[in-house]
């Protein structure tokens, strides 16, 4: 079963956060999401998750894909030095790295966005160091995943179940739930 890690920092983005951990685990996708300081986290709009385990309790080598998510946390997950430790690993180690609305900075930070082509949510492109910008929901580029924001996160959810689980699944998982 291929397995993502969701980092989730005080501050972010419930919508997303939530729709990339449920539409994942429907996908068949073993999820670990993980808090930096607490277990109990609250999101941007107050919605409080229970986070599986701290950040320092779970070994980022033993995943297939790390999904961030944005809102004002993100900047949190952006300064932890562990962060982007696990990412530039994630990255050497040929993994997946994936990041939508705000997000997509950290992916900048630890210099995985050089030369490729990327999205976010449009008031921190500025902020990112990308090969080409594209203002479209989801962008691949290689093993990189970005998308834009909160309207874009159940496109952008599916195109991770299809990078990790095939084509097939994805497509059905998106007729289940009746995505059009």
Known sequence: MPTALVPLAEGFEEIEAITIIDVLRRG???VLTVGLE????????NITLMADRL??????????????????????????PRIIDMLQKQAAARKYTAAVCAAPVILS???LLKGKRATSFPSVQGDLE?????????VVDGLVITSRGPGTVMAFALKLVELLQGEAIATKLASDMQVS
């Open 109 to 111: 930070e630890a210099g």
């Open 130 to 138: 990308v090969g080409e910008y594209l203002a479209v929901p989801v």
């Open 55 to 80: 950040l320092e309790y779970a070994d980022p080598n033993n995943f297939d894909m790390i999904v961030l998510p944005g809102g004002p946390g993100t900047y949190k997950l952006k300064d932890d």
């Open 38 to 45: 607490s277990v109990v986290v609250e999101g941007a709009h």
């Open 28 to 30: 068949g996708v073993e």
